[in-house]
């Protein structure tokens, strides 16, 4: 079985590096399967390899060709790219586990041949009992070998009974499966625990065991970073592997995502999907620098391009204990994605056809003003959706005031907004100056003279820099603001 004094490993040779993303097409991409495919890549890219991508579609029903068009546009937008897929096939294709029978063919047949399978005819229930009666007299749940030793009349007769057949890998012997995992060191795992398990199901598709290990083998994937969910798969592939003499990759069983509360990331955590954080403006970069530190450390702590996130990474550096989601950092890499954009590049995300907004905003600003909008609101906006706000504040009219605009607008004293109403026609494009000329006035300074201008001329309490909003809009909005903002003021002495 090519068993060595240290375990399975895979044979040292000079092949090239390969790694893989193999997501199911049974829904759209979350930041738990983004992560995983991310890392592959990032690995790949550091060590100089090839990264693949492989669609595990091998369940009809739930598997469905949208998502798989969608998990290839949405990885693409993201900055993933692949040298062989479902859509770029090589010599070790076709790379989508339903066009793969005659390879899955091929080695069942060897599997049989060498006489390391068996049929199972166990039903559903029969299987549901014995492993209730197992944990019931504590012992770890594996299949009770009923259907192992069966003769070869025993299987007939079942045949003919109509009984359908799923096909079991043997496992025997009381050695030990040990290898050394990429992320969690050492691993050992007791042939004795593992029962026979099922390599192909009864309606003849492959369990996922089989064609996963397999495809890896064939495709010549060298290294593979997965979720620690599939931990106690690895050493029944690993067996499995080397039953067929195929070469076994390295794995690597990274730590699950969770979210601030320590629950695995669920729907109450916010945003968790790809295409919906996508839609709210986020920029792949940020995504991609807020998902390749969770469970991955970097020494530098800023922002990074792709390259540099690839030549900094290490497997050394991914972590065992849970990686933590939370909203706040990615917002901060949002920020940092834009701060490392120019003023052009935010103006086309903010206003070009792939603005999840532009329709809202083409609606709300003044034509002729988008542009000048953008470079306003630049520092002020994290994801799409802020610029919305900031269109409303800024360019509609009457001007909506928020709650916190309100109360500083009914504390202030009357006389301000009409020391500023007085002086605009002599200061029209110069804020600094009206200011001055409003402090002069009224003996008013600091806080208590910019908090109440802020809210009269932008409706809110903070905002862009305000020479640049009263430049933006110009004398005759400013009076018209003035005007309603001095109706709201000294409301609450009622
Ligand atoms: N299709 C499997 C999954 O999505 C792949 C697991 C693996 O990476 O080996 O969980």
Redesign the pocket.
């Given at each position: 079985m090519g068993r060595t004094e240290t375990g399975y490993h895979p044979p040292m040779s000079a092949t090239v590096i390969r790694t893989?993303?193999?997501?199911?097409p049974t829904g759209f991409l979350h930041l738990g399967?983004v992560r995983?495919a991310l890392f592959n890549f990032l690995a790949a890219r550091l060590l100089g390899g090839e990264f693949i991508l492989?669609s595990?579609d091998t369940d009809a029903e739930r598997s469905r060709d949208e998502y798989l068009d969608a998990l290839l546009t949405d990885l693409r937008w993201l900055g993933i790219s692949w040298s062989a897929g479902p859509d770029a096939d090589d010599s070790h294709g076709p790379y989508q586990q339903s066009l793969r029978g005659a390879a899955y063919a091929k080695h069942y047949a060897l599997l049989e041949a060498a006489g390391h399978t068996y049929p199972c005819f166990c039903s559903a229930t029969e299987l549901a009992v014995a492993r209730k009666a197992q944990l019931a007299s504590g012992r770890p749940p594996r299949y009770p070998g009923t259907c192992r030793e069966l003769s070869a009349e025993e299987r007939a007769e079942r045949a003919a009974a109509g009984r359908a057949a799923t096909l079991r890998f043997k496992v025997s012997g009381e050695d030990s499966v040990r290898f050394q995992d990429l992320v969690r060191g050492p691993q050992r795992f007791e042939l004795a625990d593992i029962g026979d398990f099922v390599i192909r199901r009864s309606d003849g598709t492959p369990a996922?065991f089989f064609s996963?290990a397999v495809d890896?083998a064939l495709m010549g994937i060298t290294h593979?970073?997965?979720?620690e969910?599939?931990l106690s798969?690895t050493p029944r592939q690993i067996i499995m592997l080397a039953a067929l003499e195929l070469p076994i990759p390295r794995y690597g069983h990274i730590s699950m995502v969770v979210a601030d509360d320590g629950a695995p990331l669920s729907k109450r955590h916010g945003s968790t999907g790809l295409r919906e954080l996508r839609s709210f403006g986020y920029l792949p970069l940020a995504i991609c620098n807020h998902l390749a530190r969770l469970g991955h450390v970097y020494d530098d702590p800023g922002f990074m391009s792709m390259n540099a996130l690839a030549d900094n990474f290490s497997l050394e550096r991914l972590g065992r204990s849970p990686a933590r989601h939370d909203t706040t950092q990615l917002r901060h890499w949002q920020k940092e994605a834009l701060a490392h954009g120019d003023a052009e590049a935010f103006a086309s995300w903010l206003l070009g056809s792939e603005s999840p907004v532009g329709d809202e905003l083409a609606a709300l600003l003044p034509d002729g003003r988008e542009q000048a909008f953008a470079e306003l609101v630049r520092d002020n906006v994290e994801v799409a959706g802020d610029a919305l706000h900031w269109a409303a504040q800024l360019c509609s009219s009457p001007m909506p005031v928020t709650s916190a605009a309100l109360e500083v607008l009914r504390a202030c004293e009357p006389r301000l907004i009409d020391a500023a109403i007085r002086q605009i026609d002599a200061h029209p494009d110069d804020f600094r100056a009206l200011a001055v000329a409003v402090r002069a006035d009224t003996g008013l300074a600091g806080k208590a003279l910019f908090m109440p201008l802020r809210a009269a001329l932008t409706g809110d309490t903070h905002g862009p820099e305000m020479a640049r909003v009263y430049h933006f809009l110009g004398p005759g909005e400013v009076s018209a603001r003035l005007a309603q903002a001095r109706s709201l003021v000294g409301l609450s002495v009622s």
């Open positions: 893989r993303f193999a997501p199911s399967n995983t492989r595990e996922f996963n890896d593979v970073l997965r979720g969910d599939h798969n």
